[in-house]
């Protein structure tokens, strides 16, 4: 099992009782930057354009608690640009843990083992180092644009886990991944020790230098059900099987953004973690002021047409899991048959060992017509079918 327990436990109570409450619109886990600064420039990435005097700014550590105390979420994840650049990281991990919530540190892990050999943290089961790595070494490397650095995120990795720390990946996945090379990094995570995986299609940022590379819904579905049919039984994710199920396209689920609410340096941002539609000064004010209809796949919002990630859709999978028989039975039986045995996704997979992958595909032959080859793929997505809903 990729969530431990006292964790599961912990956010069953919070959804239940939020219910109870009569609560339907509630955080579950806040999205907290406390800077945009990072050691890496990744071409995917939506954070990292901005302007200089932007990027040297730290968030004030009382901003940040007080943010936490008005959200309420029992888990916080801290993105950014690289938390370990946080001048305030320590302080802000102390009193995140006395406050018990269950923190996601999402780290390039760089400097992860230089900090944890400085003493910098101490293992509890509040804190998670969740490392983001894209992949192998090979398609890591080229997605963060910066050789070396996966070897790097391993160093921490082995000394977080020896240690005793949680540790989790945080892989985010592009069209022209190869499904094969995923499964194997699985593998290899799982050898590593790392309690559980996290998976996710990318979002196309507007500001992200590479647009030509993000996944569309069908191709989603299919990218996932090649990587979560005939699953190994030593896989483990630390995700909800219900969300996957999503990937799968296995259940239909809309957006719930307010799921995961992001507090950055410029306010509470409207109405996700991934679009900037105006930032307000208090949490109340998001959560009364945001028009929430406008987004989600529902809505025939444009910007959240082909938007399937974690931080939209997982919120809705748990819920889902925690307030109706339906989803609760739905969870018990994808961790019990949770191996999704697919003759045709192993046939998918086997075809994908012909294809090119990763750098290769991003090479232009000369003389080649690139915008005919992507309005022959625009037209081939538009005569998919939609995928079977068995939600
Ligand atoms: S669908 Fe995606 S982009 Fe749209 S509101 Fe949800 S998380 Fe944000």
């Not at 579950?28 to 005097?53: D, S, T, W």
């Not at 640009?81 to 892990?109: D, F, M, S, W």
Request: with cysteine.
């Amino acid at each position: 099992m990729g969530v431990p327990i006292s964790q599961m436990w912990t956010v069953a109570s919070y959804v239940l009782g939020q219910r109870l409450r009569g609560r339907r619109k509630y955080p579950l886990v806040l999205m907290l930057e406390p800077l945009f600064r990072c050691n890496l420039a990744c071409a995917g990435c939506g954070k990292i354009q901005y302007p200089a005097h932007i990027l040297r700014k730290d968030m004030p550590l009382e901003d940040a608690l007080a943010a936490v105390d008005a959200c309420g979420a029992p888990m916080v994840s801290i993105p950014g640009g690289e938390p370990l650049l946080y001048p305030h990281i320590r302080e802000l991990v102390e009193a995140l843990i006395q406050r018990r919530k269950y923190i996601y540190l999402c780290t390039n892990a760089i400097l992860l083992k230089e900090k944890l050999e400085a003493g910098w943290f101490k293992p509890t089961k509040y804190l998670t180092f969740s490392v983001h790595l894209d992949g192998g070494q090979h398609e890591h490397d080229f997605s963060v644009c910066r050789d070396g650095t996966y070897d790097k995120a391993l160093d921490g990795i082995r000394k977080a886990v020896d240690m005793g720390f949680r540790v989790t990946t945080n892989t985010t996945l592009f069209d022209g991944t190869d499904p094969n090379a995923v499964r194997s990094f699985f593998d290899e995570m799982m050898d590593v020790g790392v309690e559980g995986m996290m998976i996710s299609p990318g979002y196309a940022y507007e500001a992200a230098p590479d647009q030509a590379n993000f996944l569309g819904r069908q191709n989603t579905n299919t990218l996932f059900k090649m990587l979560l049919s005939n699953r190994k039984k030593r896989w483990r994710f630390n995700q909800s099987p219900l969300f996957l199920e999503f990937l799968m396209g296995r259940r239909h689920y809309d957006c719930t953004p307010w799921g995961n609410p992001t507090y950055s340096l410029f306010g509470w941002q409207k109405p996700c973690y991934l679009l900037s539609e105006g930032y307000v000064d208090s949490f109340d004010e998001l959560m009364q002021d945001t028009a929430w209809h406008e987004y989600g796949h529902a809505s025939g919002n444009p910007k959240c047409a082909n938007c399937m990630v974690h931080s939209g859709y997982e919120a809705t999978a748990v819920d889902h899991t925690f307030t109706s028989f339906n989803g609760l039975w739905g969870t018990i039986k994808a961790m019990v048959f949770n191996r999704y045995a697919s003759p045709s996704a192993t046939q998918d997979l086997e075809a994908e060992k012909s294809k090119p992958h990763g750098p290769e595909v991003h090479l232009v032959q000369l003389g080649m017509d690139v915008d005919a080859l992507k309005r022959a793929k625009a037209t081939e997505h538009a005569a998919a079918k939609p995928t079977a809903n068995v939600a």
